[in-house]
């Protein structure tokens, strides 16, 4: 999205756009009116439109008149970008209505959380990776080897609060 919430940009870099996202019901507008304009003012035609369906909350069309609207920005703080852009990118089919319901968001954070935990348990596994690292031992207890606190660094930089 060009503009939206990021710092305008110079419109030889934002235009013409490579993907013009829009619902299904400005469709007529956005197909043959703004086409119109734009080149009744010499301008380049967006490369690409895709329709997007609604997203409905309790079976309606989210709307901020009908007081059922989500705030994108709250739902990113509370539960981080990627997880927020996972969910929303799994739980639709382009063109068609979905259904936001936060019960299913945060079930999908976490299969995603137990998906990732599995798959790189299953990846640090000595019968998997083939070796099997040292164990160091400090005081009888058993001490981080460089390749773990590599490893903690790396799981620092994960965002959201699920991981």
Known sequence: MAGFPWPPCPSTTCWPADYHIIGKDIIKFHMYYWPAFLLALDLPLPKNIICHGHWLRNGRKISKSLGNAVDPFELI??????????????????????????????????????????????????RISGHVQEKSLVDGNLALLPCDLQLLGNLADLKGPFF
């Open 77 to 126: 703080k509370t539960y981080g970008e990627e997880e927020c852009r996972f969910y929303f990118l799994s739980s639709s089919i382009l063109g068609s209505d979905a259904e936001f319901d936060e019960a299913t968001l945060i079930s999908k954070i976490k299969f995603l959380r137990d998906a990732i935990g599995n798959l790189f348990s299953r990846c640090i596994n000595e």
